[in-house]
């Protein structure tokens, strides 16, 4: 993609794109590690998939092997429990 639009990401990735716009067929071709691949701006497939409102492509993607990575933010400068 091109241009200025700052809410839009640039896909250099086919999978990215197809979580973006649903493309179910392309997301089935995808494996383990294209699932959990990141774009430029930190997201995965499935993070896409979720912003864009694309059930269906995040089951697949989740089928396909996404891994799902939890963080936990420090609170006041300690980890919460």
Request: hydrophobic share 40%.
């Amino acid at each position: 993609m091109s241009g200025g639009d700052p809410g839009r990401v640039k896909m250099s990735d086919v999978f990215h794109r197809a979580a973006m716009d649903g493309y179910l067929d392309k997301l089935k071709e995808g494996n383990r590690k294209q699932m959990n691949t990141h774009d430029e701006d930190g997201c995965t497939p499935a993070m896409l998939a979720a912003q864009h409102g694309n059930l269906d492509a995040l089951r697949i993607i989740i089928t396909r092997g996404w891994v799902a990575y939890c963080l936990v933010w420090p609170v006041d400068g300690a980890f919460a429990s």
